[in-house]
């Protein structure tokens, strides 16, 4: 399906899933979701356990060490807990990349759009919270913020083969 007025990357990972034989589906909206929340409410067909906050961070070992980035994801209805992820990858300081690091990152994906596929499409890291997978389903902005990409979470989890850690609240 392919649809020009998203983002790319909603093609891309759309054919990828299809090309692998995995069962998905593609909603577009009428209009942005930005956060969790507003994605629930206009997504209005699942809660807000089963959607997906994926976050690009900059991480560095030491004040004075290179910086490198991970991807972290958690239900909507969760927090992300920074202490966890600085003593489970060692690390003194974190914070939520920029706009632009996000931007040149992702190739030109709006923040709120960022589908947790780090680790195949933007070759970071990618970190997902054990309750992720409490839900037989997950949903999450598919590289726009009008797209929707379901999928059962035991797909996600054996296809993307995401880190599967303790990092919410």
Do not use: W
Request: aromatic share 8%; charged share 25%.
């Amino acid at each position: 399906m392919l649809n020009e007025n998203l983002h790319p990357l909603v093609n891309k990972i759309t054919s990828l899933l299809t090309s692998k034989n995995i069962d998905f589906q593609l909603t577009v909206h009428k209009t942005e979701a930005l956060t969790s929340e507003d994605a629930c409410k206009i997504r209005g067909d699942c809660s807000l356990s089963e959607g997906v906050k994926a976050l690009i961070l900059r991480c560095k070992k030491t004040k004075k060490s290179e910086a490198f980035f991970v991807q972290v994801c958690v239900p909507g209805d969760k927090k992300f807990n920074p202490k966890k992820l600085k003593k489970m990858l060692q690390i003194s300081d974190i914070r939520f990349a920029s706009a632009s690091e996000l931007f040149k990152i992702t190739d030109g994906v709006k923040p709120g759009g960022v589908p947790p596929v780090s680790n195949i499409f933007f070759e970071i890291p990618l970190y997902t919270d054990n309750s992720i997978f409490d839900n037989d389903r997950i949903v999450f902005n598919c590289g726009d913020r009008k797209a929707s990409l379901y999928m059962k979470s035991i797909d996600y989890k054996k296809f993307f083969t995401p880190n599967i850690v303790d990092i919410s609240d």
